[in-house]
């Protein structure tokens, strides 16, 4: 989607439905401000989607940055190894 014109005040939404074959979700998706200061982002106004795997092995996610430039809001997709600074952290 692009070049969506909307007036001071009016928003745009959407939603996705999605549909496991499984018996238990293999991802949990969240949608709110998040911080990551290894990658010097920091909590703003705008909401983010932070996606982790629910297998209790894999210690990583991916978060999708809401992020404002000039007039257009644009995401940034950043990978964050939990594992590799829980390793850094005990070394």
Excluded: H
């Amino acid at each position: 989607m692009d070049n969506i014109q909307l007036d001071s005040g009016e928003s745009l939404s959407f939603s996705y439905k999605v549909k496991y074959q499984q018996s238990t979700a293999t991802t949990k998706i969240d949608i709110q401000d998040q911080d990551l200061l290894t990658m010097n982002k920091r909590r703003d106004t705008f909401p983010d989607i932070i996606i982790n795997a629910m297998d209790a092995c894999v210690k990583s996610r991916w978060i999708l940055f809401n992020e404002k430039i000039g007039d257009k809001k644009t995401y940034e997709q950043v990978y964050d190894d939990i594992q590799k600074e829980m390793d850094d952290y005990n070394s």
